[in-house]
Structure formats: structure tokens, C-alpha cells
């Protein structure tokens, strides 16, 4: 019979009923350390004291009034967006899936706008996650993702995965933009080198084509930049975002360039719900605390250290695993025996990671973990590896 909850999902026998900064606790007081903050969500931990008391604060005032009047808090999110950001614009939403839904629009309307209705097509790349809705299971064009949902959504052309040769070989007159997370996080924490995305960004220009940048799982201080693509120097005409930017409250963004946003006019686009007070005045707070310079230094100072233990444990245990992947405190092992294997031990040594595509196990701490806590991280992964071999 099925479950009163539709079973789309493979949970892990695990039941949280509290959780303190990287912590998580179980009803019967067993504490697990969180290397998965709900899947980058988490940015600041659990209960973070100020996220705590602005929404009680915000909760008591108003929740929501809808996209029909100002909401002061939206005007605020959005400037602190575009003072830190390549951005001139933004538009709320409360989901990466969403944002993904309103970049392919805006990238589609923009070539409309110029007199250009053929040029629609959206390159992606293979091993790329961007959400469930049709746009986003077309853009993946993964089969494990699109089997059974046909006919998909047209207008995607979906190449290998850094392949410079792929990219030049699969723009038309069509190409509308290209799309790509500067660190596939589904994919398995699989980094573009920051050569090729500046390579990508000139073959943008070059070929007047829109560069959209899902950093929906890299972006918001993840990497120890605020955005991921500020490591490369590069600039994005759109860019989604979500998870880490509402802390655990469902929030996303599309920023953009004045210039790609500009098909975008009154009407062509809303959402009940994105932009609303509580959601906004959240997501400014975790803003303005990850965007100060002094926490950003402090996710690269504590991301050294994880990764220079990552890498001694990954000499003792060549066995295990092979690689340690990615920027700042988005890491990923890349294993030699089964990842679930050794998420599964994680759980048995009360440490919570993610599995990943490519055979990884992602690490995504809170951006507040301390250094302390790191040290037990690696202890904990020190006995699942010592178990696992
Ligand atoms: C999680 C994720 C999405 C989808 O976000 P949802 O909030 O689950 O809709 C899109 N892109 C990337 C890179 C993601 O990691």
C-alpha cells in the first residue's frame, strides 16, 4: 500500500528533532554532526540565535502581503544583492527549481525582445542538476531524471562536461545561452576549472550568447567567495541562486544584468509567494552576516584546515578513496568503494554527508562550523574509513 507520504524519496532511518549550529539531535539525545546542512541549506547551522530573532521578530509584524504592494524587505534583499554582486536586478523566488523556471524564460525572452524568435536553445551540460520542474529536467537531460515524463520541454542541447571542443561544436543560430553550475554539486562537486570558465565567458561574448550560472548550490559564501564564479573574475548575465541564501527558509533569487533582464517588463513573470516579508527579511540577514569580508576569510581559513585533513586522511586511505574535490566548504571524497557505503558508516559514527553522482560523498558543512568541530569531523570520517577498510 502506498504511504500516506508519496515515497519519492529514499530516506535514511533517521529522525532529527533539534538542531544547535552544526548539530542535529535525535529524540532519544544522540547528536550527529551535520556535513549536510539539509543540502547547503543550512549556511549559518541550525537555530542560528540572529536568524531565530528576526523571524520571530518579522513573524510577529507581517508574513505576507503578496507582489501587489512594496515590501520594503524584498527592496532591501535585492539592493544588498546587487551592492555585492555583478547584478543590477533581482527577482524573488522560493526554490533553485524556480529560479531555474525564470532564467530559461528570461534568456528566451531577451532574444525575442531583439527580433530574434528562433533563438531559444539552452547548451548544458552532462552530470548538471537544476531542478525538477520540465525546464529543469530538460535542462539536466539526465535519464534517470527525465525517463517516463515526456515529451520533455524543447530547446535544450545537453554536451559533455567540459569539453571545450563540445561547446564550440554545439552553438547555431538558436543558441540562446549557455547554462552551467561553476561546481556541479549533484553531479559530484565536479569544480570547472576557473581557466574555462573565463574560457566560457569569452566564447559567450564572442559569440553573443547569455551565460546563466545556477550557483544554487555553490553560491552564497559556500566557496569562501560570496559567488563561486568570483573565483574565475568572471561575470554571469544571470545567475540563480537558493538554498544556502535563506539559511532553512525556502528562498531563491535570479540576479541579473540590467541588459539580459531587460524582456523582462510588467506581467511577464510573478509568484505568490517569492519576495514575501518573512522570507526577505531572512534572507537580508543572512546576507549581510555572509557577505561581511571577515566571515568570508573565516570559511577559507576554516576550509584549508578541513582540506589539508582531508587530504592526510586520504593518504592513509587510498583504499577508500581516491580524490578530495571541490572549493572552500563545498568538498567531495571521491570514493573507491560505494559511496552509500560510506554515508551508511557516517550514520553508524553519528556524521551526516551526502551522497553525490561520480561516485562522492559531499561535504557541506555549516559555513559556521568551527575549527573544532572540523577536528571531530575528521575524526568521525577517520573511523568510518578505518571500518570501511
Ligand atoms: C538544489 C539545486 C537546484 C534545485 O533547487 P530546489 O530548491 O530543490 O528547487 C537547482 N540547481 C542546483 C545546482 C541545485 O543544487
Known amino acids: 500500500m502506498i504511504t500516506p507520504v508519496l515515497p519519492t524519496y529514499a530516506r535514511a532511518d533517521l529522525e532529527f528533532v533539534k538542531g544547535k549550529g552544526a548539530w542535529l539531535t535525535e529524540a532519544d539525545g544522540s547528536h550527529f554532526l551535520d556535513l549536510a546542512s539539509g543540502i547547503a541549506v543550512n549556511s549559518l547551522g541550525h537555530a542560528h540565535p540572529d536568524l531565530v530573532k528576526i523571524i520571530k521578530s518579522q513573524a510577529e509584524k507581517l508574513w505576507h502581503v503578496s507582489n501587489l504592494y512594496e515590501i520594503p524587505q524584498q527592496r532591501a534583499l535585492a539592493e544588498i544583492l546587487v551592492e555585492n554582486s555583478f547584478a543590477d536586478t533581482v527577482f524573488f523566488t522560493n526554490s533553485g527549481t524556480e529560479s531555474c523556471e525564470l532564467a530559461v524564460k528570461m534568456a528566451r525572452k531577451y532574444w525575442f525582445e531583439k527580433g530574434y524568435h528562433d533563438k531559444f536553445e539552452i547548451i548544458t551540460f552532462e552530470g548538471s542538476f537544476h531542478g525538477r520542474s520540465s525546464a529543469g529536467i530538460a535542462a539536466t537531460a539526465s535519464e534517470k531524471m527525465t525517463k517516463g515524463f515526456g515529451p520533455l520541454l524543447p530547446g535544450f542541447l545537453s554536451i559533455n562536461w567540459n569539453n571545450h571542443e563540445a561547446i564550440k561544436n554545439s552553438i547555431s543560430d538558436r543558441t540562446a545561452a549557455i547554462l552551467l553550475e561553476p561546481i556541479q554539486g549533484e553531479g559530484g562537486i565536479r569544480v570547472v576549472p576557473e581557466q574555462c570558465l573565463k574560457g566560457i565567458r569569452e566564447f559567450c561574448d564572442e559569440n553573443k550568447i547569455l551565460l546563466i550560472l545556477d550557483e544554487v548550490q555553490c553560491g552564497v559564501g559556500r566557496t569562501g567567495k560570496l559567488f563561486a564564479h568570483e573565483w574565475a573574475e568572471i561575470e554571469p548575465d544571470i545567475m540563480m541562486v537558493a538554498k544556502g541564501i535563506g539559511g532553512g527558509f525556502p528562498l531563491g533569487a535570479v540576479l541579473a544584468k540590467e541588459n539580459a533582464a531587460s524582456g523582462m517588463t510588467a506581467g511577464t513573470h510573478g509568484s505568490t509567494y517569492g519576495g514575501n516579508p518573512l522570507g526577505c527579511s531572512i534572507g537580508l540577514k543572512v546576507m549581510d552576516i555572509i557577505s561581511?569580508?571577515?566571515?568570508?576569510?573565516?570559511?577559507?581559513?576554516?576550509?584549508?584546515?578541513?582540506?589539508?585533513?582531508?587530504?592526510?586522511?586520504?593518504?592513509?586511505?587510498?583504499?577508500?578513496?581516491?580524490?578530495?574535490?571541490g572549493k572552500g566548504l563545498m568538498l567531495g571524497l571521491k570514493c573507491k568503494v560505494q559511496n552509500i557505503d560510506v554515508v551508511n558508516a557516517g550514520y553508524s559514527n553519528k556524521l551526516l554527508t551526502v551522497p553525490a553522482g561520480d561516485n562522492v560523498v559531499r561535504l557541506l558543512p555549516p559555513l559556521t562550523i568551527s575549527d573544532k568541530e572540523i577536528k571531530q569531523a575528521l575524526e568521525k570520517l577517520d573511523c568510518v574509513m578505518t571500518e570501511l577498510s
Open 292 to 325: 561581511n569580508p571577515n566571515f568570508l576569510l573565516d570559511v577559507n581559513h576554516k576550509a584549508k584546515n578541513f582540506r589539508a585533513g582531508l587530504s592526510e586522511l586520504l593518504n592513509k586511505n587510498t583504499s577508500i578513496f581516491e580524490e578530495v574535490r
